[in-house]
């Protein structure tokens, strides 16, 4: 009786041993059919990713014509680029004081995707003849290699006398600007290469390249509207002030008729 017993226990051992293989095999078997569909799904998505990139590169040479329009009128308009950089939320407190006369004699901003778009990019400001540096044009590319990420930038020829213009601590009046204390044109000097792409991080080519470039406009009506504020406030102000001044003289009159 307890033989039997016994042999049934490892029978039914025997039996659940078999059906865990079972669960196992169809567990690896549904793993297996789950790593396909992902991998046809990942083929599919890199296609995608080809066909944007197509698209995105025959578009880029169909905006070119229509930037360089843009730059054009541009030039036109007097410190457009100085009051858009002054504008920005970001990029408008990277400003010194002395940077803000270079500002000055920027003819023009440029922002170019390399051909390849995966292969990197470039931005480039062009001045004017200038009493500060000998170059026409500072440059910095940001070039994507299998090893990292290589960062390269024009090495600024300044005249003699010149040189990185360090900012002024102002003690902040009211709504005034306060300045940076460090010149913009340090981000020149920022070149650099590391192994590891997530490394590196230039917030400020970001925010040029991705806000300020594609709508440059938006930021420069933004300061004709805080003008435009402030001297709606100005005038509101004074027209307070009058109001007081005129309720003043009439208290005054009350005053004397009660005499």
């Known amino acids: 009786m307890v033989a039997d017993k016994g042999k049934k226990m490892k029978v039914v051992e025997k039996g659940e041993e078999e059906n865990c293989e079972q669960i196992d095999g169809d567990l690896v ?15 599919i998505n890199e296609e995608a990713s080809e066909k944007v990139l197509e698209v ?6 169909i905006r070119k014509p229509v930037y360089d329009k843009r730059n054009d009128i541009i030039k036109s308009i007097p410190d457009f680029w100085l009051t858009a950089f002054l504008s920005h939320p970001a990029l408008g407190e990277l400003l010194t004081e002395e940077d ?18 995966k292969s990197g990019y ?35 020829k300044w005249k003699e006398g010149m040189g990185l ?9 009211g709504n005034k600007r306060q300045f940076a ?43 004709a509207d805080e003008e435009e504020f402030e001297g709606d ?17 009439e208290d005054d009159d009350d005053g004397d008729d009660d005499d």
Request: glycine share 2%; with cysteine.
């Open 233 to 249: 406030e100005e005038g509101k102000d004074e027209d307070d002030s009058d109001e007081d001044d005129d309720q003043e003289d």
């Open 165 to 173: 213009p360090n900012g002024v601590n102002h003690e902040k009046k």
């Open 56 to 61: 995105e590169q025959k578009y880029n040479e």
């Open 100 to 117: 803000q006369k270079i500002f000055k004699y920027i003819s023009s901003l440029e922002v170019e995707d390399f051909k390849d778009l």
């Open 29 to 43: 078997l549904s793993i297996e059919k789950l790593q396909e569909i992902q991998d046809e799904l990942e083929k």
């Open 181 to 223: 204390e460090e010149s913009f044109f340090t981000w020149f000097t920022d070149a650099q290469q590391k192994d590891d792409m997530d490394e590196i991080h230039d917030e400020v080519a970001e925010i040029i390249k991705e806000d300020l470039w594609p709508n440059p406009l938006t930021y420069f009506n933004n300061d």
């Open 122 to 156: 470039c931005i480039t400001f062009n001045f004017n003849p200038n009493p500060y540096f000998e170059d026409t044009k500072l440059t910095k590319t940001f070039t994507f290699l299998d090893e990292g990420t290589k960062i390269t930038a024009t090495q600024i």
